[in-house]
Structure formats: structure tokens, C-alpha cells
Nanobody
């Protein structure tokens, strides 16, 4: 298994969750990492990405200011801190490892995908 996502669950609107995605060292190193989500009946959409090393991060407009992506190189893990959650954030969240070191919002630019973790935000 290349990527293992965890941390999803049920939370009330306004609450917080932190998603984790553990990767193999080979998958994690030198590659950008990203988070995507897919709500029931909707297309998969980009959430956040962070490049390798000092390369920057990008966020979807819908989560900007509420979500933060970070990487722990020692643990080969990428996190998604989600604050001020809204019911429309309800989705299965997927982590992914890109083909390049720069962050990307394009799903086709990601080589490996985790199995997904469900986040449900109640109103």
C-alpha cells in the first residue's frame, strides 16, 4: 500500500478534524502531495496541495482560510487540518502523491492515490 488515509469521522458544523495520510518513503519523497474529495453524486474535486521541500501550497477557494495542508518529512505523512467545517464539506477525502515536486490541482498529475476517508459534517 502506497498511501493510507485516516482521520475521517462525524463532526458538527463549525468543528474540526485532522486527516492524515501515511506514505512510503519512496512515494512521499520529492513528490508533491495533495488532497481531493468527492461528495455523493458529485465529481471529485481538488482541495489542497503542497510541494516538496520549500515549494508552496495551494487551496481550493471553497476551503481557503479554513483548511491547512502540511507535511511531516520524518513520518512521511501529509496532513489536512480542517477547521470551521460546513455540511458542504461532507465527502470522501483522498490523498494522492503527484508525479512532480511542485504542487498541482490537476488530478491526472497524481500517480498514487489512497483509499479515501469519509468526513461527515452535520448541521
Amino acid at each position: 500500500v502506497q498511501l493510507q488515509a485516516s482521520g475521517g469521522g462525524l463532526v458538527q458544523a463549525g468543528g474540526s478534524l485532522r486527516l492524515s495520510c501515511a506514505a512510503s518513503r519512496r512515494t512521499f519523497s520529492n513528490n508533491a502531495m495533495g488532497w481531493f474529495r468527492q461528495a455523493p453524486g458529485k465529481e471529485r474535486e481538488f482541495v489542497a496541495t503542497k510541494g516538496w521541500g520549500d515549494l508552496g501550497s495551494s487551496y481550493a477557494n471553497s476551503v481557503k482560510g479554513r483548511f491547512t495542508i502540511s507535511r511531516d518529512i520524518a513520518r512521511n505523512t501529509v496532513y489536512l487540518q480542517m477547521n470551521s467545517l460546513k455540511p458542504e464539506d461532507t465527502a470522501v477525502y483522498y490523498c494522492a502523491a503527484a508525479r512532480s515536486s511542485s504542487g498541482t490541482v490537476v488530478a491526472e498529475n497524481y500517480r498514487y492515490w489512497g483509499q479515501g476517508t469519509l468526513v461527515t459534517v452535520s448541521s
